[in-house]
Nanobody
Framework: MQLVESGGGLVQPGGSLRLSCAAS????????IGWFRQAPGKRSEAVAC????????YYENSVKGRFSISRDNTKNTVDLQMDDLKPEDTAVYYC?????????????????????WGQGTQVTVST
């Protein structure tokens, strides 16, 4: 499976971006997909994740109510809609995938639970 992210860029605080993770070589419906981000000098963190099969979701606390993850099986993509962006959302955003259902709880998924990774897309929130 190959993953390619798109949609990053520079946006002012309060603005919106929609990131897209396009998959090839496999169908996203069969995979649990996660969006992670890494800011300079910080550890990678799970932002939003969606599980295969039953579409359970996880959101990091600071993005709840602002970010929304969705799967489009016809386009074979998983998107991350980001609204009301804040400067602290600035980071490189990566999508990741693992085959099958990943049980999502209130605890953040770990990077080692995902086997396939995209190259990342930069999101900068600044005036």
């Amino acid at each position: 499976m190959q993953l390619v992210e798109s949609g990053g860029g520079l946006v002012q605080p309060g603005g919106s971006l929609r990131l897209s993770c396009a998959a090839s070589g496999a169908f996203v419906i069969d995979y649990s997909i996660g969006w992670f981000r890494q800011a300079p000098g910080k550890r990678s963190e799970a932002v939003a994740c969606i599980s295969a099969n039953f579409d359970g979701t996880y959101y990091e606390n600071s993005v709840k109510g602002r970010f929304s993850i969705s799967r489009d099986n016809t386009k074979n993509t998983v998107d991350l809609q980001m609204d009301d962006l804040k400067p602290e959302d600035t980071a490189v955003y990566y999508c990741a995938a693992t085959y099958g259902e990943l049980v999502l709880t209130t605890s953040p998924p770990n990077t080692y639970e995902y086997d396939y990774w995209g190259q990342g897309t930069q999101v900068t929130v600044s005036t």
